[in-house]
């Protein structure tokens, strides 16, 4: 008798031989599962359709794959919107696509872990070397031996093991709606990253050629001995700063698109999109606020994953102390042909388990638990925490543009519109012109930066309540909350 590990063991032998063919049959039709290429994809359209309201096509060289292709195309055609930006990346972005495929191998390891094991066939044949041929004649010495031996105890595991799989599937799903509503999330933020910049720009275009008509200007003067060389120098120091300014913009703009371009996935001539040039103005009405922890934690995909992982490693545990009882197993019958005549007897055979009954993988399956444990109690805190500092960066800049623009920005026009009136009338010199010149510019651009500020802050506290905590990543431009106003050059030199 041969003893292999957890194994049924069949011989083949007169009315046995049908019976195994039979079983081996029946093992190959119960265990050919196919792998369907939209596995679990409709649940992630469903939730992302749930969540944020856009569409979401794997690209399998279908019709469907075309008229989402169409789709992009028709929407480039016009002037994008946060929206439109966000739907073409949701259909176009390749590393959307490659997440995708993470579930056909999720899936894959579902049907393997509830796959019986191939049965092995083995044969074998003996004859005698006896050097007396007469002897040779007279007694048949052959013997042959056939088997076919299978994972026993693979049947009722499998329930088991499939059963993990299955927790991990899930898992991938919402990690694949999670990605879904990031890559949203910073489209988002990189399309109003994208007016902001272009905003600045235009705004630059025109201190630009203002200044430059003041310092034309003043060259006459000068060269007219009206005023003074320092008034023409301090003209020209105002005129070549916002002339760098300007460059800087233009730098500003040009890699804020390519981000957009990146999450949007394209290139060649897509790329000549347009853009409305100025953000959104701050809605007059008031924003609902309340119970934003309440529905960060029931919203949460984050709190999902991590749920489903203690469901995991739970069912991992229960697998672990099941197999510690009967680790192998050995049934099954041998049947051999042995000088001309056939033996059959059954087999069994068994592992003791003395030393080793899987006591570091039970302990480490039940500690991954306890750790679990105590990531989603974690977790759930950091959400809490997160909503409400993104509720308190929303209402802060919500009240800084909102003061730009009521307060700040007039209130800078009426300065320079005084101070010029003075000047003109000779009251006061070029230098306090050119500082209330340069007070209106800084007004300006801290308008725009608070303006960008509350639409990001907004695009953040959506993206928690669509699920997902902020996701940074090295493909998209720095969103930090900036101070309104303060560049790198604004404070540079004084008056």
């Not at 649940?43 to 019709?63: F, K, L, S």
């Not at 799989?165 to 991938?172: G, P």
């Not at 390519?258 to 999109?273: C, S, V």
């Not at 570091?360 to 989603?376: I, N, V």
Request: net charge negative.
């Amino acid at each position: 008798m041969k003893t292999h590990n957890t194994s049924v063991v069949v011989g083949f032998s007169h009315p046995t031989l049908l019976s195994a063919t039979l079983c081996f049959a029946i093992l190959v039709l119960t265990g050919c599962a196919g792998i369907s290429k939209e596995a679990g994809f409709s649940a992630v359209q469903q939730e992302v359709d749930e969540r944020i309201g856009y569409r979401v096509q794997w690209n399998q060289n279908t019709g469907a794959d075309n008229e989402a292709a169409q789709a992009v195309r028709e929407l480039l055609d016009k002037p994008l919107t946060a929206d439109t930006a966000v739907q073409i990346a949701l259909l176009n972005n390749r590393r959307l696509q490659a997440n995708y495929e993470a579930l056909g191998v999720a899936q894959s390891a579902v049907i393997d872990a509830g796959l019986l094991s191939n049965p092995i066939f083995h044969g074998v044949a003996t004859f005698g070397l006896s050097d007396d041929e007469a002897v040779a004649e007279a007694k048949d010495d052959s013997t042959y031996t056939f088997e076919v031996e299978m994972d026993f105890l693979s049947i009722f595991y499998a329930p088991m093991r499939k059963s993990v799989a299955q927790a991990e599937f899930e898992a991938a799903k919402l990690r694949v709606t999670a990605a879904v509503i990031d890559l949203a999330g910073q489209t988002r933020k990189t399309f109003y990253r994208v007016q902001a910049d272009g905003q600045m720009l235009d705004m630059f275009q025109q201190v630009v050629l203002a200044t430059q008509a003041g310092y034309e200007f003043a060259q006459k003067l000068q060269e007219a001995g009206n005023i003074p060389e320092l008034d023409l120098f301090l003209q020209r120091a105002l005129y070549e700063r916002s002339r760098l300014e300007l460059a800087a913009a233009e730098v500003a703009e040009a890699e804020s698109r390519e981000a957009l371009n990146r999450l949007m996935g394209l290139w060649g001539q897509d790329t000549a999109w347009t853009v409305e040039s100025r953000l959104p103005d701050i809605p007059a009405d008031a924003m609902l606020l309340d119970d934003l922890e309440k529905q960060a934690i029931e919203k949460s995909i984050d709190l999902a994953i991590a749920r489903q992982a203690i469901v995991s490693v739970g069912k991992q545990l229960r697998v672990e102390n099941t197999t510690k009882l009967v680790p192998v197993l050995d049934l099954g019958t041998e049947i051999e042909k042995e000088e001309g005549k056939w033996k059959a007897g059954p087999a069994l055979g068994f592992v003791i388990p003395l030393f080793d009954r899987n006591q570091g993988r039970r302990a480490a399956a039940a500690a991954e638990l306890r750790r679990q444990q105590q990531e989603y109690y974690a977790l759930a805190v950091e959400i809490r925490s997160a909503v409400r500092t993104a509720r308190r960066r929303l209402l802060t800049a919500r009240r800084t543009a909102l003061f730009y623009q009521q307060e700040m920005l007039p209130l800078q026009a009426s300065i320079l519109d005084q101070v010029q009136l003075e000047y003109n009338a000779m009251q006061i010199g070029t230098l306090r012109l050119l500082l209330a010149k340069q007070q209106e510019i800084d007004a300006g651009r801290g308008y725009i930066q608070s303006l960008l500020n509350y639409h990001i802050a907004k695009a953040e506290l959506d993206q928690i309540l669509n699920g997902r905590l902020g996701v940074s990543t090295s493909t998209t431009p720095s969103m930090e909350f900036r101070v309104p106003g303060a560049s790198s050059t604004a404070n540079e030199g004084g008056h």
